[in-house]
Structure formats: C-alpha cells, structure tokens
T-cell receptor, first 114, second 112 residues
Framework: DAGVTQSPTHLIKTRGQQVTLRCSPK?????VSWYQQALGQGPQFIFQ???????QRGNFPDRFSGHQFPNYSSELNVNALLLGDSALYLC?????????????FGPGTRLTVT | DAKTTQPNSMESNEEEPVHLPCNHS???????IHWYRQLPSQGPEYVIH???SNVNNRMASLAIAEDRKSSTLILHRATLRDAAVYYC?????????????FGTGTRLTIIP
C-alpha cells in the first residue's frame, strides 16, 4: 500500500513565476490538506480539500490556490512567487469516514524561489 | 487556536526513557491533545492522542494532567531512530476540522 506521494521532490523557480505541486493520497483517503514549512519552523496549515471543495483555509493569501480531483488527488498552485514562498510544502491525507485523529503526511516538495 | 508550549530541545541517552513535556494552560474542554513527530528529511508522523485519560500505544504513552493544562509524551526506551522534532498540538475534534496547528516543537537528540 503506497503512502502519500508528492511530486516533484525539489523545484527551483524565479520570483514572479507560478508553480504547481501535486499530491496523491494514501489509498482509501479522501481528504487532503496542504502545509507550508519554513526552515526551522513547524508546518503551517494552508487549506484542506474534501469532495473537491476547499473546506478550511489558513492565513494565506489568494496567491495560494488548490484543486482536488475526483480520484482525491490534489494540486497546490502558487502564483506570483515571492522569495518568502521558499519552503517545504507538505501534503497530509486522511479518511473522513474513519478516525479523524491521524493524518498521514507525504515527504514534501522543497520549493526554492530565487 | 489554543497554544502549546514546549522546550526547544532535549537530550536523552539511548535505551533510557524520555519524558517530553507540553504546557497548554488555555486548553478547552473539546480540545484533544495530539503528538506528531518529524524525523529528519521526512513529513510529520502521528504518534498518539488523548482527551482526558492516559493513553498507550506501540510507539509511546501519553500522560495527561488531571486539570488537562499539561501533558507528557513518554518514550519508554529511546532508540537512535527516535531522534526527531516532537510537536504537541491541540485540536478541536469537530467534524471537518482537521487543521493541525504546529508550534516549533521539541528537538530530541538521542546520545548513543
């Protein structure tokens, strides 16, 4: 059983560009959350998708948007990249019908903005 | 979101028990206490959670103070693989509220 997978592993972009990160949930999971982790900090919640809709959102600007597909996979899009967007982006998945206490995280995508 | 306070770092000898403290004086009655850990170069992983009673699982034990204003994660016999950043998180278990609010956690170093 594959766990949560994310692609790409690493990415380098220039200020002002746009980026798309991808997440495939653990088998059987239907909910996807995205987190941003700056160096030396804990992960910060960006938003969560369930049934192809954004259900919760953290304190992030509209430059951060997402999408969930019918197969429950998800994308995180960031427009007009800033140097401060450099971080590890983590995807976490869970199953709404099960216990809500455990989220499974992927290994993350390391984004560097130059 | 209710806030937690943890020491920035701790050290422990291999094969000895480790007690990781967490203060959460503003915890509400519906907040569950969750612990996650993040090994180097990996995403966080769930360790344990509880509401009022002490909890045990194959990874660790969670001891919760009677007034719920503090808790302690206990690793019974630390191994080198337990070196990680440990996060104590409060989460309201409303349906649909799966947001985890991480602090900076405790960096645990295991000494061989």
């Amino acid at each position: 059983d594959a766990g949560v997978t994310q692609s790409p592993t690493h990415l380098i972009k220039t200020r002002g560009q746009q980026v798309t990160l991808r997440c495939s949930p653990k088998s059987g999971h239907d909910t996807v959350s995205w987190y941003q982790q700056a160096l030396g900090q804990g992960p910060q919640f960006i938003f969560q998708y369930y049934e192809e809709e954004e259900r919760q959102r953290g304190n992030f600007p509209d430059r951060f948007s997402g999408h969930q597909f019918p197969n429950y996979s998800s994308e995180l899009n960031v427009n007009a990249l800033l140097l401060g967007d450099s971080a590890l982006y983590l995807c976490a998945t869970s199953w709404t019908g099960g216990n809500l206490y455990e989220q499974y995280f992927g290994p993350g995508t390391r984004l560097t903005v130059t | 979101d209710a806030k937690t306070t943890q020491p920035n770092s701790m050290e422990s000898n291999e094969e000895e028990p480790v007690h990781l403290p967490c203060n959460h004086s503003t915890i509400s009655g519906t907040d569950y206490i969750h612990w996650y850990r993040q090994l180097p170069s990996q995403g966080p992983e769930y360790v344990i959670h509880g509401l009022t009673s002490n909890v045990n699982n194959r990874m660790a034990s969670l001891a919760i103070a009677e007034d719920r204003k503090s808790s302690t994660l206990i690793l019974h016999r630390a191994t080198l693989r337990d070196a990680a950043v440990y996060y104590c998180i409060l989460r309201d278990e409303d349906f649909g509220n799966e947001k985890l609010t991480f602090g900076t956690g405790t960096r645990l170093t295991i000494i061989p």
